[in-house]
């Protein structure tokens, strides 16, 4: 067992190009031993080892491309270690010691890097840890207890759950005899899977229902870790709370975390989508702004401070990669371009297909190990949970990730490759699926009939709004406001679900985002084949923001759309608490900027149906005309970027 764990580790070593082998490499060894007591003790405590191994990764980094001598031999400390796992084999009877032996050594060295990882995870009860590993007998699901799964008479059967899901449930409610899944939520807009659960003790008795979400194991964890950051001191108590740790097995990649919904009733939520059209425009309306706004807006969207941006630090990570590229394994051509941070856009556009690119110290953002991929985002900390540290996104297709060990959060020092898709063609890809009646690449839309009758182009002008600086305000948000992740429990009290993009941001972004899932909820029986039906409705959200910057419209508000007014009855509450009318300058111009941007990504999602995405072009393209004529002219897409430029020729 020891020497297949020194040969893990050397190659673990190599692979980090760090030549020597460290307590951390023997480490991320027993985490990769399928079914050993390592990765069974650490997924027992909620943590997904592949999860554990990128953390250490990023704490270690990758060593220098100049070694050339694999030595591959022990530090002083991976000796004590060794020497120590070796008397506990003696002790027990044993020539060769064992993977526990290791780990026991391993966590009883207090302060070396794995353990010290552990604790920045949260399981800092090193006692407890040795405890368990001392006595930990290897298992595996099917060993486990089984726990039957009914469904409920409101659970969608064309939608089954497959087996991997079905066994992160097992998992997440071991010890209850049965459960049933009483139906999907909603969600967003992510592969993510909601369902509401209602667990059954042993006399049958039902347990009161919880949620539970189910997706790849790092977008898990990575939830968990925001909740704590973000959520679990900062909302009420009548709120949906994340209990426990999340849960994973070594036979899948999927991991499930619960929410418990703190009730005095056993009446299961639901989500707003599922009822949005039982109530009326003004009810629904009313509910976001005197129920939901005023729960959570104390602890997070009005505890809100002035905050002066580039609007790419908030929403570039909205759009698609700036860049696709095929990975080449030649040195890089003389005219070869080079990205590096700081950066700055100007000559990214004139980059076309086959166009020679060098990218320096990007982090990677996610490896897609199916599509043999990583995304690249600008600067060190890109992998971080703040929405600037994601912008300038690069994917790399062709990357060979079984000889090349890439993680989230490295650092790359170079790569090149070939342009294959630049983000202009993919909006514009985005924009020509819709099969529009105008030219998708002029400057502005011609609509017949609506004032004004020009409407700039989005897929056109979004980057001239990039470079702009908004004066706003910066708080807590949900990240991902929908009505999926609204709840609705009993007596219409409010909670909300899934933050696993709760962060510190733009504080308009969520109402603006959530305007957007709406407008395309609200209207969707409104809307058909032809552009006539989405331009009606544009003619009325016209109304709408005329009448939200004081002025009378020509006629009365479309009664679906006096629940987005609310929305911007709580935008204004927003814009009032940083005292932004307090100028000379109407302020709108920084909410249509969130708008803006929120409907240019909702274009390009291929869940919503093709009238849907219209709809968000055209209000795309009304936002930014509004932007333009609400912002001060020095910033209205005129405001050079600060930054040096980002390109010169190798």
């Known amino acids: 067992m020891l020497t297949e764990i020194l040969n893990a580790a050397r190659q673990e070593s190599a692979q980090m190009r760090h030549y020597y082998i460290g307590v ?14 390592t990765s069974n003790l650490i997924q027992d405590h909620g943590f997904k080892p592949e999860y554990v191994i990128d953390s ?7 060593g220098s491309k100049t070694q050339t001598v694999a030595l591959g031999l022990p530090t002083p400390r991976a000796d004590r270690l060794i020497e120590s796992a070796r008397r506990l084999a003696t002790k027990s009877g044993r020539t060769e010691p064992n993977e526990r032996d290791l780990l026991v050594s391993l966590l009883r060295d207090g302060d070396c890097l794995p353990v010290r990882l552990l604790k920045a995870l949260g399981l800092s009860d090193m006692d407890h840890l040795l405890e368990a590993a001392q006595a930990y007998r290897l298992h595996n699901d099917s060993q486990q207890p089984y726990v039957s799964i009914e469904f409920g008479p409101d659970f969608d059967r064309s939608k089954e759950l497959n087996n991997e899901q079905l066994l992160i449930l097992r998992r997440i409610f071991h010890g209850y005899l049965s459960i049933r899944v009483d139906r999907y939520l909603t969600g967003g807009y992510s592969e993510a899977t909601l369902v509401v659960v209602t667990p059954m003790a042993s006399d049958r008795r039902p347990d009161a229902p919880v949620v539970i979400k189910i997706d790849q194991g790092d977008r898990i964890q990575d939830e968990y870790q925001r909740y704590d950051s973000h959520v679990r001191t900062k909302l009420p108590p009548l709120t949906a709370r994340v209990e426990g740790r999340p849960v994973s097995s070594e036979m ?19 989500d707003l989508r599922a009822i949005i059209n039982q109530w009326d425009g003004e009810t629904l309306g009313n509910w976001l702004e005197n129920t939901l706004f005023p729960a959570f807006g104390n602890h997070w969207w009005l505890q809100n401070y002035p905050y002066r941006f580039q609007v790419w630090q908030e929403y570039d990570w909205m759009l698609p990669p700036i860049l696709t590229l095929e990975l080449t394994k030649e040195d890089p051509h003389p005219t070869s371009v080079r990205i590096q941070v700081p ?19 990007f982090v990677v953002q996610k490896v897609y190990p199916a599509r043999n991929a990583i995304l690249l985002a600008a ?50 890809h985005a924009l020509s699926a819709l099969e529009p009646y105008f030219d998708i690449y002029t400057s502005t839309i ?57 962060r510190e941001g733009h504080t308009l972004f969520d109402w603006a985002n959530l305007e957007t899932s709406l407008l395309c909820d ?29 002025s009378n419209g020509t006629h009365p508000i479309h009664p679906s759309l006096k629940s987005i007014a609310h929305i911007r009855r709580i935008a204004h509450q927003i814009l009032t608490a940083t005292n932004v009318f307090s100028g000379t300058q109407n302020p709108w111009g920084e909410y249509y900027m969130a708008l803006a941007f929120c409907a240019l ?34 910033i209205a897409g005129k405001t050079p970027t600060p930054d040096g430029d980002d390109t010169n020729y190798i």
């Open 56 to 62: 250490l990764r990023r704490k270690m980094g990758k």
């Open 252 to 270: 899948s990649a999927l991991a499930g975390i619960k929410y418990t919904l703190v009730t005095d009733t056993d009446l299961k939520p639901k």
């Open 379 to 428: 600067g060190p900390g890109a992998a971080s949970m703040h929405a600037r540290m994601n912008a300038y996104r690069i994917e790399i297709r062709n990357v060979d990730l079984h000889r090349n060990t890439h993680f989230r959060g490295e650092v790359i020092d170079s790569i090149t490759g070939t342009v294959y898709k630049t983000r202009h063609e993919m909006l514009a």
């Open 343 to 361: 950066v700055r856009r100007s000559r990214l556009r004139s980059l076309e297909y086959g166009d020679s690119v060098t990218v320096e110290n």
């Open 24 to 37: 951390e490499h023997l480490f991320i060894a027993m985490l990769n031993q399928r079914g050993g007591i």
């Open 522 to 550: 609200l209207f969707i029986d409104d809307l058909d084949d032809t552009w006539d039906s989405v331009i009606d409705i544009l003619r009325e959200i016209r109304v709408l923001n005329k009448s939200a910057e004081g």
């Open 601 to 634: 990504r909702a274009m390009s999602r291929d869940t919503l149906n093709i009238p849907q995405r219209r709809l968000m072009a055209l209000l795309a393209a009304l936002a930014i005309n509004d932007v333009t004529g609400h912002l001060p002219q020095n």
């Open 446 to 502: 011609h609509i017949p009939g609506f004032s004004p009758e020009y409407l700039p182009n989005p897929i056109t002008r979004y980057n001239l709004l990039l470079d702009d600086y908004l004066n706003g305000s910066r708080a807590t948000i949900h990240g991902d406001l929908h009505p999926g992740n609204i709840m609705i429990g009993p007596k219409e009290s409010a909670f909300l679900i899934d933050f696993a993009h709760t």
